[in-house]
């Protein structure tokens, strides 16, 4: 099962954490990604990570900005957003997927979590 937390509202330019922690398994066996979802648009691709973190891949609208990593230790993985903006706001999910990663496509991913409202302010 996977738990993403950390959204909220803030405003322009500001940052927030998302994390998202895997309970009942080894995060250590799953690529890991993170999705973003506005109503009405299907979901899009954000930012993935290989199993152990050595890979990774952004969308272009984010890179520069969040940064992906991932404790498996703590089966946990993070999403730091930076530099926010009001076009970033929406329903961030995190992912799991059996493919070492990074994956970019929404339909490799085996496992999905609640998601976590990010809403930015202008």
């Known amino acids: 099962q996977l738990q993403a937390s950390g959204g909220g509202l803030v405003q322009a330019g500001g940052s927030l954490r998302l994390s998202c922690a895997l309970s009942?398994?080894?995060?250590?066996?799953?690529?890991m990604g993170w999705f973003h979802q506005t109503p009405g648009k299907e979901r899009e691709f954000v930012v993935a990570i290989s199993r152990v973190g050595y890979s990774t891949y952004y969308a272009g609208s984010v890179k520069g900005r969040f940064t992906i990593s991932r404790d498996n230790s703590k089966n946990t993985v993070y999403l730091q957003m930076t530099s926010l903006k009001p076009e970033d706001t929406a329903v961030y999910y995190c992912a799991a997927t059996f493919s070492g990663g990074p994956i970019m496509t929404a339909p490799a991913y085996d496992y999905w979590g609640q998601g976590t409202q990010v809403t930015v302010s202008s």
């Open positions: 009942g398994g080894t995060l250590s066996r799953y690529g």
